[in-house]
C-alpha cells in the first residue's frame, strides 16, 4: 500500500482555525480534525503550561506529539503565543474565545478535573502549585473536586479581588455541596465578595442565606454584612432588628452592639446609642477601639467636653484625647453627614481598624467629595456628583438625601434655581442629617423670594435640631436664619439668631461654624476685628465664596474697594445673585461694575510714575527703558482693560495695589 502523504498540520490549522475568509474565527467549520479538537481544547483551557495539559489530553485520546505539533503550528502562525513562565495563551482573544467555543463542554470539564485532581495530588505531596491556576481548573470542573481548597482560595482573594472571588463563591454554590459549614463558609465569603463590589441588595440576600448555614458563633461576618447592606440599601429597620439580636445585653458581642449604636446614630437616637455602647464590655485593645470610635462619633454630635471626657474613660482611660484639628475634622464632617470621614478623624491613631482603611461605599465616598466640591467653589461637580449617585441603583441611603440637597445649594449659588426646581424630592427634614436638608430648602426658598417661607422652613429644622441634641451642623440653619431676617428687614431677628450661632459656635468649636457665625456678625453687626478675623477663618477654610461675603459685608465699612473684590470673586465663582446684589451697590455708589483685570507690578509702577504727571519720555528714563517700551506697554494696558486713556489708567489702577498679581 502506498504511504499516506505527511500532513501538514499548520495548513490544516490554517484551513480549520483561521480561514482566509474570516480572521476573526467564529467557529470551527466541517468535521474536526485532530487538530481542530487539540485546538479547541487548548483554547477552551486558556493560559496553562503545555506539560501540565499532555497528559490530561491524552486521556482524551490526543497524542502529546500531536499537542506539541499543533501548539508549534499555532505559535508560528501567530495565534498563540507564551508567557515567560511557560504559559500558552491566545494572541488574539477573539479567536481563541471562537476556537474555545467549539469545544466539547464534557470534554473541557473533563480535562479541567484531571487538571485539577493532578494539581491537588501535587499540593498533598508537597509540591507548590499555582492556587489561582489550581482555582480556575476547579471552577472549570464545575467544582466537583477541591471544594474545600476552592473555599479556602476565595477567602484568601476576597479582601484584594472580590470580583475573582465572587466568581468562585458562584461556582462553588452552583455545586451540591455536601458539607454544610462549607456552604455556609462560601455564602459568608461571597456576601462580602458582592458587598465590596457594591452590589448590596445581592450582598444582602447572600448574606441571609449564610444566617441560616451558620451556627450563632460564627455567623459575626455574615450579621455584620447583613446589616451593612440593609445599611446601603436604606432598609434601617431591618437592619436594626438584626443588629438587636440576641435581646440579652450581657449576652451581646462588641461587633453587634457597635452595629446597634450606629444604627441608631442614623436613627437620631443618640441616648439609646450611647447606653448601648455603655453597655459593652470590650475584649483586647482593637474592641476597646472601635467602641472609643463609635463614643466619640456620639460625643461629636452633641456631647459638650466633659461629657466626652466621661465617655472615652469608660471605653479605655489609655488613649490619647483627640487633639484640636481631629474635633475639628470630626463634627464639621458630621455637619455635613459625611460619616465616613468623621469616623476616620475620631479612630485612635495607635491601630486603626481594618475596615477605616477600606474604601468607603460609592455613595459616601461621593458625599465626601460633594462637600469638599461646595466649599471649594467647584459647584458644577456637586450636580455631577448628585446625578451620578441617582444612576446608581445599587444604593438607597440618606445620603441620596444630602446629596440631592447639596445639588440644590451649589445651584441656587449659580443663580440657576430654576434648574433646581425639578430634582426629584422624595426626601424629608425627618431623615438623618435631615438639617442639610431643611437648610437647602430654605436657601432654594430665599431665592424664590419666598422669605417668610424660608424663615418657617429654618425654624422648623432649628427646633428639631434641639429636640434631637444636634450642636453639629445646627450652624448651617442659623446662618441661613441671619440671611432670611436680613431680607426681610428684620434687624432683630437676624440679631438674635447671630447671638444663638456665637453660642453654638463656642461649644462646638469648629473653623466652620465660627466662620459662619463672623459673617452672621458682619450681616448685621459690621467691624473692623471681626472682618479681620472673618478673612482670615475663610481663607483657612478654604471657602472663597464665604470669603467674597466677607468682603462684600466690609464694604459697610466705608471701603468702597471691598466691594469691588467681592464683586470680582463672586464673577469667578459664578454666584450670580451675589454678583448682582455687590453689582446693584456699586451702581447705586457710582462705581463701575466693568471687571477689573489683574495688573503685574511692572504695570503697576508705570501707572504710579503716569499719575505722578510724568510723560512718556521722562516716565521711561525714570524706569531705565525706551520710550517705545513705555508706548507699547501702554497700548498692551488699554487693550487688556478696555480703557482708552492715560487718566482712565490712574483712576481705575492708581491707588488698587491690592490687584496686582
Known amino acids: ?59 482524551l485520546g490526543l497524542s502529546p506529539s500531536a499537542v506539541r505539533s499543533v501548539c508549534a503550528a499555532l505559535l508560528d502562525d501567530g495565534v498563540l503565543s507564551s508567557t515567560p513562565d511557560g504559559r500558552l495563551v491566545f494572541a488574539v482573544p477573539l479567536v481563541g474565545d471562537s476556537v474555545a467555543a467549539t469545544a466539547d463542554p464534557d470534554q473541557v470539564r473533563t480535562l479541567h478535573r484531571s487538571l485539577a485532581e493532578a494539581m491537588l495530588a501535587d499540593r498533598n505531596r508537597g509540591v507548590p502549585v499555582d492556587y489561582l491556576a489550581l482555582a480556575e481548573h476547579i471552577v472549570g470542573a464545575d467544582a466537583t473536586v477541591g471544594e474545600l481548597e476552592l473555599a479556602d482560595f476565595a477567602e484568601r482573594v476576597a479582601p484584594t479581588d472580590p470580583h475573582r472571588a465572587q466568581r468562585w463563591c458562584a461556582a462553588l454554590l452552583a455545586a451540591p455541596l455536601a458539607d454544610k459549614q462549607v456552604e455556609g463558609r462560601v455564602t459568608v465569603v461571597a456576601a462580602r465578595a458582592l458587598y465590596d463590589l457594591a452590589r448590596f441588595p445581592e450582598a444582602a440576600a447572600t448574606a441571609r442565606r449564610a444566617l441560616d448555614l451558620l451556627p450563632e458563633q460564627d455567623s459575626l461576618d455574615a450579621r455584620t454584612t447583613l446589616i451593612n447592606s440593609l445599611l446601603r440599601i436604606g432598609d434601617h429597620d431591618a437592619a436594626l432588628g ?7 445585653q450581657a449576652a451581646r458581642s462588641v461587633p453587634d452592639g457597635m452595629q446597634q449604636a450606629r444604627i441608631l446614630l442614623l436613627r437620631e437616637r443618640f441616648d439609646e446609642a ?44 489609655t488613649l490619647s484625647p483627640l487633639s ?119 436657601g432654594l426658598l430665599l431665592a424664590r423670594g419666598e422669605h417668610t417661607e424660608a424663615i418657617e422652613v429654618l425654624r422648623a429644622t432649628d427646633r428639631r435640631c434641639r429636640t434631637l441634641g444636634y450642636l453639629t451642623g445646627r450652624e448651617l440653619v442659623l446662618a441661613r436664619w441671619v440671611d432670611a431676617c436680613v431680607a426681610v428687614g428684620d434687624t432683630a431677628g437676624a440679631q438674635t439668631a447671630s447671638r444663638e450661632l456665637g453660642r453654638l459656635a463656642a461649644r462646638v468649636a469648629t473653623v466652620q461654624a465660627t466662620l459662619y457665625w463672623l459673617v452672621s456678625r458682619l450681616a448685621t453687626q459690621p467691624d473692623e476685628h471681626t472682618v479681620r478675623s472673618a478673612a482670615q477663618l475663610a481663607q483657612r477654610y478654604g471657602d472663597p465664596f464665604l470669603a467674597a461675603r466677607v468682603r462684600f459685608h466690609e464694604a459697610d465699612l466705608g471701603r468702597p474697594e471691598a466691594l469691588r473684590t467681592a464683586h470680582s470673586e463672586f464673577r469667578r465663582l459664578g454666584a450670580a445673585d451675589w454678583q448682582r446684589r455687590a453689582g446693584e451697590l456699586m451702581t447705586a455708589q457710582r462705581m463701575s461694575t466693568r471687571v477689573v483685570e489683574t495688573i503685574s507690578e511692572g504695570d503697576r509702577r508705570l501707572i504710579e510714575v ?19 517700551a513705555i508706548e507699547a506697554r501702554l497700548t498692551r494696558l488699554y487693550r487688556r482693560t478696555g480703557l482708552r486713556s492715560r487718566v482712565a489708567l490712574v483712576r481705575e489702577y492708581g491707588e488698587r495695589g491690592s490687584d496686582t498679581a
Open 242 to 248: 438584626v443588629a438587636t439580636e440576641p435581646d440579652d
Open 1 to 59: 500500500a502506498a504511504a499516506a502523504p505527511p500532513r501538514d498540520i499548520a495548513a490544516e490549522l490554517r484551513t480549520a482555525v483561521l480561514p482566509a475568509s474570516s480572521p476573526a474565527l467564529r467557529g470551527l467549520p466541517g468535521s474536526h480534525t485532530e487538530a481542530g479538537r487539540c485546538a479547541a481544547l487548548l483554547a477552551a483551557l486558556f493560559g496553562l503550561r503545555l506539560p501540565e495539559a499532555e497528559p490530561a489530553l491524552a486521556e
Open 324 to 442: 484640636p484639628d481631629q474635633v475639628d475634622t470630626v463634627r464639621t464632617a458630621l455637619a455635613w453627614g459625611d460619616l465616613y470621614t468623621s469616623e476616620r478623624a475620631v479612630m485612635p491613631a495607635a491601630m486603626p481598624s481594618p475596615a477605616a482603611r477600606r474604601k468607603p461605599p460609592p455613595s459616601l465616598a461621593r458625599l465626601s467629595a460633594a462637600t469638599d466640591a461646595l466649599r471649594e467653589g467647584h459647584w458644577p461637580a456637586v450636580v455631577t456628583l448628585y446625578e451620578e449617585n441617582t444612576a446608581d441603583a445599587a444604593e438607597q441611603t440618606y445620603v441620596d438625601g444630602l446629596l440631592r440637597a447639596l445639588a440644590v445649594e451649589s445651584l441656587v449659588r449659580q443663580g440657576r434655581s430654576a434648574e433646581a426646581e425639578p430634582l426629584p424630592d422624595n426626601t424629608s427634614a425627618e431623615q438623618p442629617f435631615g438639617h442639610v436638608i431643611g437648610w437647602a430648602q430654605a
Open 610 to 628: 503716569i499719575a505722578a504727571g510724568a510723560t512718556n519720555q521722562q516716565a521711561a528714563s525714570m524706569l531705565g527703558v525706551t520710550e517705545k
Open 274 to 317: 450611647l447606653g448601648v455602647l455603655s453597655g459593652l464590655r470590650p475584649e483586647g485593645r482593637q474592641q476597646r477601639i472601635a467602641l472609643v470610635t463609635g463614643v466619640r462619633m456620639l460625643a461629636a454630635i452633641g456631647a459638650d467636653g466633659g461629657q466626652w471626657r466621661d465617655a472615652e474613660q469608660h471605653a479605655d482611660a
